[in-house]
């Protein structure tokens, strides 16, 4: 069986709700100072455990049948536990395989997101919704393949005769946990209004979209530039507290790449606050955000371009902005 107690810290403390509680070791890989309070907790139940840490907010869980995820693996190398007894935990794991442990359990990733304070309310789609399809709907298809959006992701469009819908458009429904949490949708016809946002305060883009072997998290600030780059889309230029959160609970280096405009400044400030990395990427003329450069490059490319020029010290983000304010007035 899997003990993960065992690889705890020796000087721990467990509590009458059934948290066992020590200093975290997640904090200092997530911005955050040391915790010397004991605020991380690790709580076993039927099948696994979780882990929530009231410092730095990062949070975990295991289910025995299923595989670490790449933020238990995360916890587990902070606690020093070595890399072969993370695969040995993560065999031992499958053997148990059932197909409970294979159905996605919500009701447990609920109660993660909870205690990380980031949820959304379930918001089904509108009754009227129907997936586009490259044949049925050719005008919007070629539109989605020219912004360089993946192909794959369940495009909507809606057939009922309201006041905007019988105007061409693609709807892109927002998951959260793999569960709609909202949408929004892109007029095709040059008309106003160009989109109709429905989405939860707090929400981010492209959190499915992140896959666990993944080092880095691009957070841009539209949808078609998340769409593009398989980044995290803000929806507007600032990051608010509950993104922030949201972000940091990916458990990646966070890079921020900004729009190249007066809105974008604002978005650097902000990262400089949160101490994630800035990237502005000298693209040539007329590449003003990350799906301009998709659409130009192409995706490996703008990729490396962002890599090339993330910068961390505040100091050279400030240089790097400074010198975007001068490319925008000339
Ligand atoms: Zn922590």
């Known amino acids: 069986m899997i003990d993960i107690f065992s690889f705890l810290p020796s000087n721990r403390k467990q509590t009458s709700s059934g948290w066992v509680s020590f200093n975290a070791p997640c904090c200092i890989h997530n911005g955050d100072s040391q915790d010397k309070r004991k605020r991380g907790g690790i709580k076993s139940n039927d099948d696994g455990w979780s882990y929530h840490c009231f410092n730095c907010g990062y949070t975990t869980s295991f289910i025995l049948g299923r595989n ?154 539209g949808i078609f530039d998340a769409l593009s780059i398989d980044g995290l889309a803000l929806m507007h230029n600032t990051v608010n507290d509950k993104q922030a959160k949201l972000i940091r609970n990916i458990g990646k280096e966070i890079i921020v790449v900004p729009d190249q405009d007066k809105a974008g400044l604002e978005l650097i400030d902000r990262a400089v606050e949160l101490r994630w990395a800035v990237s502005i990427p000298i693209w040539p003329e007329g590449i003003k955000d990350v799906n301009d450069a998709v659409c130009k490059l192409g995706k490996v490319a703008t990729l490396l371009t962002i890599l090339q020029a993330k910068e961390t010290s505040k100091i050279k983000i400030e240089i790097g902005k400074q010198r975007l304010v001068k490319r925008l007035r000339s």
């Not at 916890?75 to 890399?83: A, D, E, F, G, I």
């Not at 294979?102 to 447990?108: A, F, P, T, V």
């Open 68 to 221: 670490l995820s790449i933020k238990a693996r995360n916890l587990l190398t902070w606690l020093n536990v070595p890399q072969e007894e993370i695969e040995r935990i993560n065999l031992e794991s499958m053997r148990h395989r059932s197909i409970d442990g294979m159905l996605y359990d919500r009701e447990k990733r609920q109660v993660a997101d909870q205690l990380a304070g980031v949820r959304f309310k379930e918001f089904p789609l509108p009754k009227d919704s129907v997936l586009l399809d490259e044949e049925e709907h050719p005008m919007q298809f070629t539109y989605i393949l020219h912004r360089n959006a993946p192909i794959d992701y369940p495009y909507m469009i809606r057939s009922s005769d309201g006041v905007h819908w019988t105007r061409p458009h693609v709807m892109i429904p927002f998951t959260y946990d793999n569960v709609i949490v909202g949408s929004t949708t892109r007029f095709l016809d040059g008309k106003q209004p160009v989109w109709i946002n429905d989405f939860q305060p707090g929400y981010v883009f492209g959190t499915d979209l992140q896959k666990h072997n993944w080092q880095y998290v691009i957070v841009t600030e």
